[in-house]
């Protein structure tokens, strides 16, 4: 018999969440997680994948992963740290640091726990943190975990993030201080100001870590925001996802033999997690050598985006300040995005919303991912469904 307590806490707190429309219902797929799905038994243009340059389901990964489960089997067997480390991990991690331009890499078992390990492996209850307040919630609740003071600054507000590096600097209280961004913003597809943030990074001597989830595979030539910046040199944390351009699981840091090192002995999920399955790294390191090899499909995602944009733009909607394939179509009203969402899905479009808490109050928006995989006949009916229920629900 489960607890009064708990039995008590859990139904009022789901009954609060469906009442509120914020429940998550959950729509399993029948398909792999391509640029067409099938939900219940319905095929579907997905614009809601992370997987921007169709790798997820790519036959040479595909086959990289089969001849690594073959010869290495399901699992790793342990931790990094007593005989999880097999040596095609170390050949990924060697292929992440050419990717990234970097001296050494490490590889965990997602982007989530990646930002959980590294943030605290370094800082402490005597350093301060400057975030940005879009941050992704696994920076936040990797400051969290270091115990270290959180100042947040207005999104990319370099007057706001130099103001408060200074205070900080100045007032004495911090043995080490460290600014935190990502490097695209995945709710609008803004890229972060890195050149503006090295340049107060330098001046307050502060520690640098761009969580670049969403511009890897995506800017720099698929390089990534760092590259694209020119700034390799300049940022002492690279943190990289092996779950979207990549198209399979996994997180990095990339950065310093030095810094690396310090990560292998010191951040707890190397130390305590099992280590990343032999498929999912062979499969890794080949997405890599082919964005290394070739930015064919890197311009391929960029074609679609700007395709997309530009044919929603035209039809007359919101699409924000984007400077990447991310399209946000911006509704306003949450309980409007949410229906504006539910139409598209029944009409043949697989766009979710998203709204408040993940973004501000009254900024209610559906948020499309066109990838390289979709073709053009795929996003002109994509549009054409945009076009049918924008009129029908007044939003253009
Ligand atoms: N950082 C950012 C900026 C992200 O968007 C995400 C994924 N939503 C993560 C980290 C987590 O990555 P993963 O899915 O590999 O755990």
Redesign the pocket.
């Known amino acids: 018999m489960s607890s009064h307590i708990l039995e008590k806490f859990l139904n009022e707190n789901l009954e609060d969440l469906k009442r509120k429309g914020l429940y998550n219902v959950i729509d399993p797929l029948e398909s792999p997680n391509g640029p067409v799905i099938t939900i219940n038994g319905k095929e579907l243009i997905n614009l809601s994948s992370?997987n921007y340059l169709g790798l997820a389901t790519d036959e040479r990964l595909k086959k990289a992963a089969a001849e690594a489960l073959q010869k290495f089997g399901v699992g790793a067997g342990a931790v990094r740290t007593i005989n999880g480390t097999l040596k095609i991990h170390l050949e990924l991690e060697e292929k992440l640091a050419e990717f990234k331009h970097t001296e050494a890499a490490i590889a965990y078992q997602?982007?989530?726990?990646c930002?959980m390990a590294a943030i605290s492996a370094v800082m402490d209850q005597n350093d301060a943190i400057l975030s940005d307040e879009l941050n992704?919630a696994?920076?936040i609740d990797g400051c969290r975990l270091s115990k270290a003071k959180i100042i947040r600054f207005n999104h990319s507000d370099m007057e706001d993030l130099r103001a408060k590096a200074k205070e900080a600097k100045e007032s004495g209280q911090y043995n080490k201080l460290m600014v935190i961004t990502?490097g695209v913003f995945?709710m609008d597809g803004d890229i972060a100001h890195l050149p503006e943030i090295v340049k107060i990074a330098e001046e307050f001597d502060l520690i640098t870590y761009v969580?670049d989830?969403?511009g890897s595979g995506v800017l720099g030539d698929g390089a990534g925001t760092v590259k694209h910046f020119g700034l390799s040199d300049k940022i002492d944390f690279q943190?990289g996802?092996?779950?979207?351009a990549i198209g399979v699981?996994?997180?990095y840091v990339a950065g310093k033999k030095n810094l690396i090192d310090w990560l292998k002995v010191r951040s707890r999920p190397f130390l305590f997690s099992t280590s990343l399955t032999p498929a999912d790294v062979a499969a890794s390191k080949r997405a890599i050598e082919i964005l290394m090899e070739s930015t064919e499909l890197n311009q391929k995602l960029w074609e679609n985006g700007d395709y997309l944009k530009k044919g929603l733009k035209q039809l007359g909607f919101n699409i924000g300040n984007s400077e990447t394939p991310i399209t946000p179509c911006i509704i306003g009203e949450e309980k409007m995005a949410q229906q504006f969402s539910q139409r598209l899905i029944e009409e043949g479009v697989y766009a979710k919303a998203i709204v408040f808490p993940t973004v501000p109050k009254g900024t209610g928006r559906v948020r499309n991912m066109p990838t390289a995989a979709h073709t053009k006949a795929m996003l002109d009916k994509a549009i054409s469904i945009y076009e049918k229920v924008g009129k029908e629900m007044n939003i253009i």
Do not use: C, E, M, R
């Open positions: 992370n997602s982007g989530f726990n930002n992704h696994s920076i990502d995945s969580d989830a969403h943190i996802t092996l779950s979207k699981v996994g997180g």
